[in-house]
Each structure stands twice: as C-alpha cells, then as structure tokens.
C-alpha cells in the first residue's frame, strides 16, 4: 500500500489542522493506521493509531484530548484532527499502515512522506 500524507501547515497555538493520509490500493480496510511524529532533533514518537474498522482508537498520552484520529474505508483515508495546538506539536507527520496497534514504529510496514506542522507561540 502507498501513503501519501498532506494537510500541514502553521497554525498559531490554540488552532486546529486536520491532517489525511490518502491509500492506494483496494486493501485499505485491512490495515491498523497509524501517525507518528518527529520534531526537530527528536526521536521519531507515536501520536495514534486506529484499528481497521475504525471503531479502536489509541492516542499518546501527549495528544488525548486534543487530537482525534479516524478514517473513511469507503474512501480509503485516514485523518488525524488536530485542535489546541501547542509549539510542542511543531513536528512533521507521518501516517503509517500495519497489521497491529501496537505503538511502536517497527510494527507499521509502510509508510507515507510526511508533513510539517508548524505551530508558533
């Protein structure tokens, strides 16, 4: 599966931006989705991940509350919104897809190229 990620920006903190992660192929739905993050000068960290049918849900203790993931099988995209930003969330995004909702990196396979949320102060 191909992941191509978009939806980034800057955003003044207390904004909002709704990240998607669009999926080609037809085996969407049977994929965990997951979005990780990387700021600048930082390890690679996990931010949620979804189970296939989009009724499980996971979030980083960092991110609950504020962030909520789901996704459109019909349409083949996940999404990640994104309210109450902080210049903490300033990192690029990555969605990712994998066959388990475990919260580490190695179990997503593939991955999509990122984009760059910038939240200012």
């Known amino acids: 599966v191909q992941l191509q990620a978009s939806g980034g920006g800057l955003v003044q903190a207390g904004g909002s931006l709704r990240l998607s992660c669009a999926a080609s192929?037809?085996?969407?739905?049977?994929?965990?989705m997951g979005w990780f993050r990387q700021g600048p000068g930082k390890e690679r960290e996990f931010v949620a991940s979804?189970?296939?049918?989009?009724?499980?849900?996971y979030y980083a203790d960092s991110v609950k509350g504020r962030f909520t993931c789901s996704r459109d099988n019909a349409k083949n995209t996940v999404f990640l919104q994104m309210n109450s930003l902080k210049p903490e969330d300033t990192a690029t995004y990555y969605c990712?897809?994998?066959?388990?909702?475990?919260?580490?990196?190695?179990?997503?396979?593939?991955w999509g190229q990122g984009t760059l949320v910038t939240v200012s102060s």
């Open positions: 979804i189970s296939q049918s989009g009724g499980t849900t």
């Open positions: 990712a897809a994998g066959l388990s909702m475990y919260n580490s990196a190695a179990a997503y396979g593939y």
């Open positions: 192929g037809r085996t969407f739905s049977r994929y965990v």
